[in-house]
């Protein structure tokens, strides 16, 4: 049984080597001659400050989680592909249940609006935020 | 034979390294990344266990789904290195690594007694992991099951959203 | 014969019912809508589970489950569950929808996810496989987890909503992996094949001990029995008030009837095999030392507390000990005794749990044990409904929580477990201190600001059905009893 396998992991390891290959013989061949700005991030120029972990935003998040419950219900289509011919219409309908239940699911995030793109809502600052209110003036040029 | 015994040592030895490599790392991302080449390797052993659907399973839901799910978290809460994180020795360790090796000592005990030494796997085993069979269980015998599972993912949508969505939307 | 599928109709009328619900609520929007219709499904949930009570355990034996595969299990036992969950759903939406209205914008999800755990709960009672118990335990677990972080704004709601999920989702574990060694061990997931082979001794005894000591600890976590229930408190205090009384008595009663499905197929075996390495009487014994541990250990931590909801999510681990008793006891009238207790429970839990999201207003406030000073002043309904849950969860007499002791200390003594009974008794002496001390509090103790909270008709209506409820299974406990057409 293992030998319809072993081809894929005769596979993997001959893609393993092709890279390893490849990389083993570029360091050897090409020059090393490092210095610190050709080792440095290129930042177009600027200088590069910071670290290059930037913080996701979580609206990504919620669209991995609805993937990974749709992931795990697709892993359970695979057996009911191969079989439902055999099995005929009951393991139909119940795959079919199975299915209208996550498309309710999938319905109702989207009849909620759960699956809507968080868009920022940026704040303009309104005049009065930015100029002194009277009051404050005045007592400011008071205290002065 | 040999094969499989081969295939089952390269598997073994390189999914306890690459778990050591996930909580030692001490950079998240290292540990995430260690840990998709561990659930690879667990789907090698599973295939040295004639368990293919099992497998691809793996690979599909662990290394493929999951593993996003984990990487984004780590991304979200942008975790640095976790060094500054690590509190020196204590009691809970101390405690911890005592029950560990407890833990050791008894599986240790029962392999050596030879108690679980029936390890062959059945010669029917190698029929029964491919997907015609795991589908013509799951929709006959465990009809039920399914659904109940269809179920339970409809309330891992709901909830999940619930907890995750940044604003909630404002209802009338 | 009977069809199959008006046997499973407490099932399928529950399943579809919480999906329905989030149907309507997607596509109407409308409150009331969502409301009453889940209110409709619960109680046809009740109405339906009581239908198939009326048929005799002999005839559901024979009738036709090829649909099911022998996976789930109707009528007797998990009929009476049905109609427990029914109940205590109900007086959970009775009571939680003006406290959401007060407390946080009110959320439709709240009222499905909560028909979503009865249908895990309901799957807990039906099961007759392993798979469909581990199934039924997350569904209930997942929702769980939720309702705890309902309020997402509150930091300890999610706290302890975080704390629940990783503890919870590492009992899950130990639950699976339990059950992947049985199966191993005796070939079968089926619970009823699993007993006849162990009947014959047929299975690995190292193996299936294991297994059922990782459920065992799976189980426990759930229940929130002596080692694994440092979760409980917390969780009980973080969630919001009305969904507590949910957790703490359907949730409660969800794992303890998976225990009592494993423990009549498993634990009352008699057994072949010489090599059985935890025999009967080694797991029971394991269990009444938790069970011990449990009771004593709830009601001491329940002592020092100030705060009100802790006081009675401590006083639930406690309560989880008692009712372990008639698991220990492994006999038929211990396990009638379980699921007397876990109705009169819910009753006298929920309704508790009812009057202090009542009390406590908004944005929990009034939590305190001196806050209910003079309750009688202000509010003698509640103050007086208030007295009759403490008198019924310490267990005096004219109140349900008496008969639901005496049953399960009988049962216990019974099965020789005449030790247990009589620290479950100085534990209940224990507990005595704290539940009448808060009926002193209310009624004999002055306070200068007294509280006025207004009023709530849905909470009313869950602390008027709970009292009857434990008024009614004080006097005449037989009415619950008659529900008990079946053997073990």
Known sequence: MLTDFGIILLFLIISVLFVGAGLVTAALLRPSRPNPVKNSTYECGEHPWGGSWVRFNPRFYVIALVFLVFDVELVLLFPWAVVFKDLGWFAFLAMLVFFAVLVVGLAYDWAKGYLEWDKPSPQTPKLEDLVLPKKIFHKQQKDS | MTLEIISFVVFALLAIASALLVITAKHPVVSAMSMIFHFFMLAGLYLTLSAQFIAVMQVMVYAGAIMVLVVFAIMLLNLGDEGKLRSGFNFRKLVAWFLGGALAVQIAVLLSNGALSNTAISEKASELGTAQVIGGELFTNYIYPIEIVGILLFAAIVGAIYMAKKNLPTEE | MINEFILALPLLLIAIGSILVL????????????????????????????????????????????????????????????IIFAMGGLLTLFASREYLQRNYKEINECYSLVLLAVVGMVVIAHSNSLIMLFLGVELMSIVFYILTGFFRNREHALEAALKYFILGSFASGFLLYGIALIYGSTGSLILSDISQQIASGNYNSIYLSIGLGLMTVGLCFKVAAFPFHQWAPDVYYGSPTAISGFLCTSGKAAAL???????????????????????????????????????????????????????????????????????????????????????????????????????????????????????????????????????????????????????????????????????????????????????????????????????????????????????????????????FNFTF
Request: charged share 10%; net charge neutral; with cysteine.
């Open chain 3, 257 to 483: 009837v998976a225990l009592v499905v494993v423990a009549k197929n498993v634990l009352s075996v008699e057994t072949s095999n010489v090599n059985y390495l935890l025999e009967s009487t080694t797991a029971r014994n394991i269990l009444a030392g938790i069970s011990a541990c449990t009771m004593i250990i709830g009601n001491l931590s329940a002592l020092a507390q100030k705060n009100v909801k802790r006081m009675l999510a401590y006083s639930s681990v406690a309560h989880a000990g008692y009712i372990l008793m008639g698991i220990v006891a492994c006999s038929t009238e211990g396990f009638y005794a379980v699921a007397f207790y876990c109705a009169v429970y819910l009753f006298m839990q929920v309704g508790a749990f009812a009057i202090v999201g009542f009390i406590e207003f908004r944005d929990e406030g009034n939590m305190l044990i001196s806050d209910y000073a003079d309750l009688r002043t202000t509010h003698p309904a509640l103050a007086a409904a208030m007295a009759c849950f403490m008198l019924s969860l310490a267990g005096i007499p004219p109140f349900g929580g008496f008969f639901g002791k005496y049953f399960l200390f009988v049962a216990a003594i019974k099965s020789g477990y005449l030790w247990l009974t009589l620290i479950a008794v100085v534990a209940s002496i224990i507990s005595m201190y704290f539940y009448i001390g808060l009926i002193l509090t209310m009624y004999f103790k002055n306070n200068e600001n007294p509280i006025n909270v207004g009023k709530m008709q849905g909470t009313k209506l869950t602390v008027a059905l709970s009292i009857i409820g434990v008024i009614l299974l004080g006097i005449m406990p037989n009415v619950f009893y008659g529900l």
């Open chain 3, 23 to 82: 149907m309507l609520d997607a596509a109407t929007r409308n409150k009331q809508i969502v409301y009453y219709t889940s209110i409709l499904v619960l109680l046809g949930l009740g109405i339906s589970a009581g239908y198939t009570l009326q048929f005799d355990v002999a005839i559901i034996a024979q009738a036709d489950k090829t649909i099911s595969a022998n996976t789930i299990f109707y009528g007797g036992m998990s009929a009476v569950f049905d």
